[in-house]
């Protein structure tokens, strides 16, 4: 066996959609996120530190976590490989025409479904900050495979 214990699992990617108080919207993949209690409907979501998106959240405590498409693999460069904070992704994907708005966040039209998250805590997790979430909505957008990690190393856009 050639993987870490914590590659082997084919982790679903997601995309995080936050905005800053200002009103400044972003976007990034994180592949840290998952369910964690049945009722209250709650999520944890690792959001990587320095981050424009976790500057956004935390003057924000909404985003929206979006379930990508296994067709949506080459927005990873963009969304995971550059940063918010000198990159303007909206307007690259707005110019595209890949995007759309629900419940005041910019989204991602192709994703197979959206949460909307409310941060109810959050803890220091190395390079990660972890956020402890209430799922305070959600749409189900179109049928389809997910993009997972498996895609992602089929593509070539990661090696783990």
Not at 93 to 101: N, Y
Not at 109 to 125: D, F, G, H, R
Request: glycine share 6%; hydrophobic share 40%; proline share 3%.
């Amino acid at each position: 066996m050639s993987k870490r214990p914590w590659n082997r699992i084919n982790l679903p990617v997601y995309a995080v959609s936050s905005r800053h108080s200002s009103g400044k919207h972003n976007m990034h993949i994180i592949t840290y996120a998952t369910a964690i209690s049945m009722q209250p409907k709650r999520f944890t979501c690792g959001i990587y530190e320095g981050t424009q998106s976790l500057e956004n959240i935390s003057s924000n405590p909404h985003f929206v976590l979006q379930l990508l498409s296994a067709s949506q693999y080459r927005l990873v460069d963009l969304l995971g490989k550059q940063s918010g904070k000198t990159t303007d992704k909206i307007a690259r994907l707005q110019k595209r025409g890949l995007i759309t708005e629900w419940n005041g966040f910019t989204i991602l039209q192709e994703s197979l479904a959206v949460m909307q998250m409310k941060v109810i805590n959050q803890m220091n997790a190395g390079d990660h900050t972890l956020m402890l979430c209430d799922v305070v909505a959600y749409k189900n957008l179109h049928e389809g495979e997910p993009l997972t990690l498996d895609v992602l190393r089929q593509h070539k856009l990661i090696r783990i």
